[in-house]
Nanobody, 125 residues
Framework: RVQLVESGGGSVQSGGSLTLSCQASMYMACMGWFRQAPGKEREGVAATVTGRGSTYYADSVKGRFTISQDNAKKTLYLQMNSLKPEDTAMYYC?????????????????????WGQGIEVTVSS
């Protein structure tokens, strides 16, 4: 079973930056970041496919967030700049497996088999 552990969350003022990390117990080619704000459904934020150099972003974070992966360290990152209060949420790291890896649907929750416990990000105005 793959384990995913997020770190790097915290509180920041509007306009600030944070970098989230997700340490995986093994290398995973297809990974993503999701978030869930209080009272809202979990939504996709960013996804990446290693080897293809492909990245995908939700419209709400394009130009502000950057997803990257250090394969040697088995770590996924999410650099978040120009943070807004509406970015406040619990952020989750997730990984696909098998044929789902390259099947698109980058922000469909049930296509991801492994999930981290989540880490809180709070942006104050």
């Amino acid at each position: 079973r793959v384990q995913l552990v997020e770190s790097g969350g915290g509180s920041v003022q509007s306009g600030g930056s944070l970098t989230l990390s997700c340490q995986a117990s093994m290398y995973m080619a297809c990974m993503g970041w999701f978030r869930q704000a209080p009272g809202k459904e979990r939504e996709g934020v960013a996804a990446t496919v290693t080897g293809r150099g492909s990245t995908y972003y939700a419209d709400s974070v394009k130009g502000r967030f950057t997803i990257s992966q250090d394969n040697a360290k088995k770590t996924l990152y999410l650099q978040m700049n120009s943070l807004k209060p509406e970015d406040t949420a619990m952020y989750y790291c997730a990984a696909k497996e098998g044929i789902d890896c390259y099947a698109g649907a980058w922000f469909v929750l049930n296509r991801y088999k492994y999930w981290g416990q989540g880490i809180e990000v709070t942006v104050s105005s």
